[in-house]
C-alpha cells in the first residue's frame, strides 16, 4: 500500500557542510513545517544561498509493518539529499529533480523509528531558481514479500488499422501490458487486468494470441524491462496482449482517460497487491514532411515551456495552483508543454492527461559540461543511468507525454565527438525503459547550426530547435527524415504594463529595469518580433509546432538585468496576463470558438504625448477609436501564408478620454470590443476570487485537507487585488502598499509579478505592481468562509508624474532653445517626489543634444536648452525611495536649426546609440547591441568628436554567450566604403558570466582625432555594451609639425610628413596644449639642423588667468616674463644631418596653454615632430 508520508515533519536550515551529529545537536530548534516545503523562498533578497535544510520525523512500525518489503518515495528533493534512520545513512540521491525510491526494511525497528533528511545546496547550480528541501510529496510503500514495485507496470496501446468507427467515433486498439513481479523467496504469482473507463463501466479484455504483430514486440518487450535501480530480485515480468474495441481515444479537446486495474495474486489465487493507473488511447505519429499528427489528425504543437516554480509558492508543489496555470495557458490555446529542464512533479503529468496537453518531458539542462560550478555536471557520469531510469519508468504510462527530451542547449553535443557517445547512451537508456516508444526522443539544441550537433540529431532524428528558426529548411532538405520542430522560440521579454516608447525602438534595457510589454523588447538570440515568431513556424507545414520561452515567468534568470525573476513568460508569476498573451491567443484560438480584441497600452499618459497604440484579434479586421472617433479599420492576416500582419498598429497623440477597439467577422459583422478609459488615483480596492478552480483540489473543506494530507493537494484560494478611481474604471497603473487580512484561511503568499520588487513573499504587506496584486489563501474551512480585507497602506508611492509645458514650446529652434516643463506627481500625497529629469534619445540613453535644468524643485519645474538637432524625450524619473526607477514619464521635443551635436568618445558610447549597421543588430543588454550569429555584423557609429587630443586605446564591455575566442575589427569609417582603414584586428576571450559585461582594452593603429566614424565588424553573436576611448594628452603623445594649428612666416615647405627648409621668422603654433594636473618638464623635438646648430624659441601662454609661471631648474637658457601670462624657453638643437630626438629641460607647466616654436633669423630647419614629457 502507498501512503503520504508528508505530516509531522520539523525542519533546521544550517549552513552548508554542518554534519549530521552537530544538526542533531540542535533538535530544539528545528521547526514544523508540511510537505511539500520550500526553505529558500522566505527570503526573496537571498534566494541563492548555501545551505543545508534537515527534516526530521518520527513514526510508529509494527511487527506486521517490519513483515513487509518497506519503501520510501521521494518525488523531489533538492538537492545532493542524504536520508538517515535511526542515526544510520540509508541511501542517497544527488539530482534534485527525479524520483528517489529508496528501500528501508533493513534500517527500521518495532516501534519509534526516526527519519532525518538533509537537502544540501551549494550555489550556482541551475541556472534558475531551483528552490531547496523536500519540496514535493514523501510517500510510504508496504508490500508483501511478493509484490509489483513502484512504477514496475508498463502499457502500450496501438491502434488497429481500419478500427475506426465513422460513425460513432470509437475506435479498437491493441494494448500490451508488462508487470515486473519482485519476490524474495521466488514464490510463483500471477497477474489479473481489468479495464474501466471514466464512468467505472468495465471493458472487454481480449486475449491475444502470438500473431506477427507480437512476434514483433513480444522479445523487445520482455528484454527491455528493467527493475528499480533499489530492487534486484524481480523474479518474473509478465506480459498481457489484449484487443481493446470500441474505446474513445484521448485527444487534447477531450481527453478520455480509462483505469488500468493490476492485480497480483498469489498462487492461491488470492488477491496481494491492487494497483490502478490511468491510461489513454492515442495514436501519434511524427511526420518529416507534414509535422504532428494526433489520432490521424495533422495539427501544429501550440507549445510553451514552463520552468517549476509557482510564484509566490516557490518550489513547494501545489496542484491548485498548477491546473490554474494549465487553465489560463488552454485559454490562450496552448495545447503542449515543454517541462523545462527537469523532471516535474507526478501531479503535472497527471494533470496534463486530465486536462488535453500534450508534454515533452525534459531530463537534463546539462550533461558531463557544467554550465554552474556546483550543477548536476559533477554527478552525471555516475548518476545519470539511475536518474533516467526513474525519469522513465514513471512517466512512461501517461498518453500526454510524446517526447522524451534529453537535454537542453548541452555544450558536449557541439564541444567534441564525445557527444554523439552520450547521446546514443541516452537514447538507448529511454528505450530501454520505454522500448515501444510511447514517447520519442529528442533534444532541445540551440547549437543545430553546427555539425557536431546536426550529427547528435541524426542519431535522434527527431530535432528540437532552440532559436535557429533559421536553418528549418535548409535542414529539412539536407535531412528529408529528420522531424523538426521548435523546442524553444520567442524570448522576447516584457514586464506586465510597462511601456517604453517609441515601438520603432528596440529598447532591452531601461532605468527602471523592466522591459516593454509593447513587444519591443527583443533579445539578441530570440525572435526579432512577436508577428514573426507566429507566422514563421504557422507556414512551415513541416514543422511540428513550436514551444515559446516562455508560458509563465519563473524566478531566477531575469534576462536582460539581475533582478528577481524573468520577463520571458506571457503570464507573470502572479498568474496575470500580459499584453503578449493576447497576441498568441489570436494566433492559437479559433473566432469561432472565443472571439476577441484586445488594445493597450492602457490610456493615462501626458497630453499631447505620441503613443503607440495595438490592437490585436482573432478575427479578420479590427477598428480603433479614440473618444468615439474612428483612427480606421485595419485588416489582420492569421491564415497561413496570408502575411504576418498579427497587430493593427497606429499612432496616437494622447488625449483624455478612452480607446475603444472593435473586431469585425468575415462578413464584417461586430463581435467583440475592447475599451480603456482614463483613470484617476485610487479610491477603493476590488478582491476578485478566481473560481476556475472550483470543484477541483483535495475534495475537502475543512483542515484535514492541509494537516493531515499533503500541501500539494491543499485547494488554495487565487484572489486578485486591483484598484479603482472614484469613477469606478481601474486604477491600471496603480502601485499603492496595501496591508491584506485574511479569515476562515492563512494567507501564505502576496505576488505582483513585479521583478524588481524584493519585499517577502509572505508578507501581508505588499505592493500593486500596474493596478494588481495576488493573495494565495489557504483555506482553514470551507472555501466560502475565507474573506480578505484590503486597506491601503502608510506608505504612498508615486504612481503618476503629468508633464505639462508651461513656458515655450515642444519643437525648438535657433530662435526659441529653451522651454520650460512642470512635473505634477499623481497622488499629491505621495511620499517620495525626489525630482530626476533626463533628456534622452528614443533608445532610452542620454543624448547630447539637449540640457535640463531643475529650476525648482518643489514646484517640479525644469529648463531645457536645445544645443543641437534632433529628436529627444524629456522624462521624469521617481524611485519611490528604492535604488532603481519605479515610475517614468516622457513628453516628446524636437531641435532644428542648431546643427549637429557630436559624440563624447572620453566618456561612454552605449551600444544602442549605433547611427547605421550592416546585417543584422539586436538590442544587447544594459543599453548594448547584439550581433549576429554565424555572419558578418557590421555596426557604426558616426559623429565622435576626438578633438584634437585623440586617442588610440579603446576600452569595450563586451558579454558572450561563452568562452570562445571572438574576432572583433574596429574601423575607421565603415568597411568597403572609400577611405576606410582596419584600426585593429582584435580577439575577445574571457570565461563567460552570464549577464555581464567584461572590458578589454586595445591600441589602435591610428591616432584618432577630430570627427570621426567608428565601426566594428563581428563575425559572430555577442553583446557590445558600448565603448569608450582612453583620455590622452597631447601633450604627451608625438605630435606632428604639419598638424600645427598655424604654420607662418618667410620660408618653409609642408612635405608629406614633415615641414622642411624651415628659415626666417617661421613660427608654428598649437592650440590648447594641456599638461594636466601632473605638468610636465621636458620637451622631446625631432627634427634636422643640416647646416648648423639651430636656435629654437619656444613661447607658453596660459589659456586661463589663474595660472602662475613657475621656473624650474633647466638646462636650457630661459627668459621669464614676470607679467605671468607668457613663458619662454630657449632650445638650442645640434646640427644633424639625419632626423635625431632632443630632449629639452624646461620649467615646470601645468594645465592648459597656447604653444609656438619660433625660428629666428638664420634657421635652417626640419621639424618632424614633438613631445612633452612628465
Known amino acids: 500500500m502507498k501512503k503520504l508520508f508528508t505530516s509531522g515533519w520539523k525542519f533546521w536550515e544550517s549552513e552548508y557542510g554542518v554534519s549530521y551529529e552537530e544538526a542533531m545537536s540542535h533538535v530544539s530548534e528545528f521547526e514544523d513545517v508540511v510537505i511539500p516545503h520550500d526553505y529558500m523562498i522566505t527570503d526573496p533578497k537571498n534566494l541563492y544561498r548555501d545551505s543545508t535544510g534537515w527534516y526530521k520525523k518520527s513514526f510508529e512500525l509494527t511487527e506486521k509493518d517490519l513483515s513487509k518489503e518497506l519503501f520510501l518515495i521521494f518525488d523531489g528533493i533538492y538537492m545532493d539529499s542524504l536520508v538517515y534512520i535511526n542515526g544510520h545513512i540509508a541511501g542517497e540521491w544527488k539530482y534534485g529533480y527525479s524520483q528517489f525510491i529508496l528501500g528501508i526494511s533493513e534500517f527500521v525497528r518495532t516501534g519509534l523509528n526516526e527519519i532525518v533528511v538533509a537537502a544540501r545546496c551549494k550555489f550556482p547550480n541551475t541556472r534558475w531558481y531551483s528552490g531547496a528541501g523536500i519540496y514535493r510529496n514523501v510517500w510510504i510503500c508496504d508490500y508483501e514479500k511478493t509484490y509489483i514495485p513502484e512504477n514496475g507496470i508498463y502499457v502500450h496501446s496501438q491502434k488497429l488499422p481500419d478500427a475506426e468507427s465513422q460513425e460513432t467515433g470509437l475506435c479498437d486498439y491493441k494494448m500490451i501490458v508488462t508487470s515486473e513481479i519482485c519476490s524474495a523467496d521466488n514464490e510463483k504469482a500471477s497477474v489479473r487486468y481489468s479495464l474501466f473507463d471514466s464512468e467505472g463501466k468495465e471493458i472487454t479484455l481480449e486475449a491475444c494470441d502470438n500473431d506477427e504483430l507480437l512476434a514483433d514486440l513480444l522479445p523487445t518487450t520482455i528484454e527491455s524491462v528493467n527493475r528499480p535501480a533499489d530492487v534486484d530480485k524481480a523474479s518474473d515480468i509478465q506480459v498481457g496482449i489484449y484487443n481493446v474495441k470500441g474505446v474513445s481515444e484521448w485527444n487534447i479537446e477531450e481527453p478520455h482517460l480509462y483505469t488500468l486495474r493490476v492485480e497480483l495474486q498469489s498462487s492461491e489465487g488470492i488477491t496481494i497487491q491492487t494497483e490502478e493507473i490511468k491510461i489513454g488511447f492515442r495514436d501519434v505519429r511524427m511526420d518529416p514532411q507534414k509535422g504532428f499528427f494526433l489520432n490521424g489528425r495533422n495539427m501544429k504543437l501550440n507549445g510553451v515551456c514552463l520552468h517549476h516554480d509557482l510564484g509566490a509558492l516557490g518550489s513547494a508543489y501545489n496542484n491548485s495552483a498548477m491546473r490554474r496555470r494549465l487553465i489560463q495557458l488552454r485559454e490562450m490555446g496552448v495545447n503542449a508543454i515543454r517541462l523545462t529542464h527537469n523532471m516535474y512533479d507526478p501531479h503535472v503529468i497527471a494533470l496534463a492527461d486530465e486536462m488535453g496537453f500534450l508534454l515533452i518531458s525534459e531530463a537534463f539542462d546539462m550533461w558531463e559540461g557544467a554550465k554552474t560550478e556546483f550543477d548536476y555536471a559533477r554527478f552525471f557520469p555516475k548518476w545519470h543511468d539511475k536518474d533516467v531510469a526513474s525519469w522513465v519508468r514513471r512517466d512512461r504510462n501517461h498518453p500526454s507525454v510524446i517526447m522524451w527530451s534529453i537535454g537542453n542547449e548541452i555544450y558536449d553535443t557541439h564541444s567534441s565527438e564525445r557527444g554523439q557517445e552520450v547521446t546514443r547512451d541516452l537514447k538507448s537508456l529511454v528505450e530501454k525503459h520505454d522500448p515501444l516508444k510511447n514517447a520519442r526522443a529528442t533534444i532541445g539544441s540551440n547549437y543545430m547550426p553546427w555539425e557536431m550537433a546536426q550529427k547528435c540529431a541524426d542519431i535522434l532524428k527527431v530535432a528540437g530547435y532552440n532559436y535557429a528558426e533559421n536553418y528549418y529548411e535548409e535542414h529539412h532538405k539536407a535531412h528529408p527524415d529528420w522531424v523538426i520542430y521548435g523546442s524553444e522560440t520567442y524570448s522576447i521579454v516584457q514586464s506586465r504594463g510597462v511601456y517604453h516608447f517609441p515601438l520603432s525602438a528596440p529598447i532591452l534595457s531601461d532605468t527602471d529595469e523592466q522591459c516593454s510589454s509593447l513587444g519591443n523588447s527583443t533579445t539578441s538570440w530570440g525572435a526579432d518580433s512577436i508577428e514573426n515568431c507566429i507566422c514563421k513556424d504557422r507556414d512551415m507545414e513541416f514543422s511540428m509546432g513550436q514551444f515559446i520561452w516562455t508560458g509563465y515567468d519563473y524566478i531566477g534568470e531575469p534576462t536582460p538585468y539581475h533582478t528577481k525573476n524573468s520577463y520571458f513568460g506571457l503570464i507573470d508569476t502572479a498568474g496575470f496576463y500580459k499584453d503578449a498573451f493576447y497576441a498568441w491567443k489570436s494566433a492559437w484560438v479559433s473566432p469561432d470558438k472565443d472571439p476577441f480584441v484586445h488594445v493597450f497600452p492602457y490610456w493615462d499618459f501626458n497630453e499631447g504625448q505620441l503613443i503607440d497604440v495595438r490592437v490585436c484579434s482573432n478575427c479578420p479586421e479590427v477598428e480603433l477609436f479614440v473618444n468615439g472617433k474612428s483612427l480606421g479599420r485595419q485588416e489582420l492576416t492569421h491564415k497561413p501564408h496570408s502575411g504576418n500582419k498579427i497587430f493593427a498598429d497606429y499612432k496616437v497623440p494622447y488625449e483624455k478620454g478612452e480607446i475603444t477597439a472593435i473586431c469585425y467577422d468575415a462578413s464584417g459583422k461586430e463581435v467583440a470590443k475592447d475599451i480603456h478609459k482614463s483613470f484617476g488615483d485610487t479610491d477603493k480596492f476590488v478582491v476578485e476570487i478566481d473560481d476556475r478552480l472550483a470543484g477541483f483540489g483535495c475534495g475537502k473543506s475543512d483542515k484535514s485537507c492541509y494537516r493531515e494530507g499533503s500541501f500539494a493537494d491543499a485547494q488554495l484560494v487565487f484572489a486578485e487585488i486591483s484598484a479603482i478611481d472614484k469613477d469606478g474604471n481601474p486604477v491600471e497603473n496603480a502601485s499603492d502598499y496595501v496591508d491584506v487580512a485574511v479569515s476562515g484561511g492563512r494567507l501564505i503568499g502576496l505576488d505582483n509579478g513585479d521583478s524588481t520588487d524584493y519585499d517577502s513573499y509572505k508578507a501581508a504587506t505588499r505592493k500593486l505592481f500596474n493596478g494588481k496584486l495576488l493573495a494565495i489563501v489557504l483555506p482553514e474551512g470551507p472555501v466560502d468562509n475565507v474573506k480578505i480585507e484590503v486597506k491601503k497602506a502608510s506608505t504612498v508611492p508615486v504612481r503618476k508624474v ?37 533628456a534622452l534619445n528614443k533608445n532610452g540613453t542620454e543624448t547630447n543634444i539637449a540640457k535640463i535644468s531643475v529650476i525648482d524643485e518643489e514646484s517640479g519645474m525644469c529648463q531645457i536648452t536645445a544645443l543641437g538637432d534632433g529628436s529627444f524625450t524629456l522624462r521624469y524619473e521617481a524611485s519611490n525611495g528604492r535604488d532603481t526607477v519605479a515610475v517614468m514619464s516622457c513628453l516628446e521635443f524636437e531641435v532644428t536649426g542648431l546643427g549637429a551635436a557630436f559624440l563624447d568618445p572620453y566618456g561612454f558610447i552605449p551600444g544602442s546609440l549605433y547611427t547605421s549597421y550592416i546585417g543584422l543588430v539586436g538590442s544587447g543588454n544594459e543599453f548594448g547591441v547584439a550581433s549576429a550569429k554565424g555572419e558578418e555584423t557590421v555596426i557604426t557609429y558616426a559623429g565622435i568628436d576626438f578633438g584634437k587630443e585623440g586617442s588610440d586605446v579603446i576600452t569595450v564591455p563586451i558579454f558572450t554567450l561563452n568562452d570562445d575566442a571572438y574576432d572583433i575589427e574596429i574601423w575607421k569609417g565603415i568597411p568597403g566604403e572609400d577611405g576606410a582603414t582596419l584600426l585593429k584586428a582584435a580577439v575577445y576571450q574571457k570565461k563567460s558570466i552570464w549577464n555581464v ?56 615647405t609642408r612635405t608629406k610628413n614633415t615641414v622642411e627648409g624651415i628659415g626666417n621668422n617661421v613660427t608654428v603654433g598649437f592650440d590648447d596644449i594641456d599638461f594636466g594636473a601632473e605638468g610636465t618638464r621636458k620637451v622631446t623635438i625631432c627634427g634636422r639642423a643640416r647646416a648648423a646648430a639651430n636656435t629654437i624659441h619656444l613661447r607658453l601662454v596660459k589659456i586661463n588667468e589663474n595660472a602662475s609661471a613657475e621656473t624650474g631648474d633647466t638646462g636650457a637658457m630661459e627668459t621669464y616674463d614676470e607679467a605671468g601670462t607668457e613663458i619662454k624657453e630657449i632650445l638650442e638643437f645640434p646640427q644633424s644631418s639625419e632626423y635625431k630626438e632632443v630632449t629639452f629641460q624646461i620649467g615646470e607647466r601645468k594645465g592648459k596653454w597656447d604653444i609656438t616654436f619660433v625660428f629666428l633669423p638664420g634657421s635652417d630647419f626640419d621639424f618632424d615632430s614633438f613631445r612633452f614629457l612628465k
Open 997 to 1052: 559585461y567584461q572590458e578589454d582594452s586595445w591600441k589602435l593603429s591610428e591616432r584618432l582625432t577630430g570627427v570621426q566614424t567608428i565601426s566594428f565588424k563581428a563575425f559572430n553573436k555577442f553583446h557590445i555594451k558600448g565603448f569608450s576611448f582612453e583620455r590622452q594628452l597631447r601633450a604627451f603623445t608625438k605630435i606632428r609639425a604639419l598638424d600645427a594649428d598655424s604654420i607662418y612666416g618667410d620660408t618653409f
Open 802 to 838: 503629468e508633464l505639462t509645458v508651461k513656458e515655450g514650446t515642444r519643437s525648438l529652434n535657433s530662435d526659441t532653445k529653451t522651454a520650460i516643463v512642470q512635473a505634477k506627481v499623481y497622488p499629491a500625497d505621495a511620499t517620495d517626489k525626489k525630482l530626476v529629469f533626463r
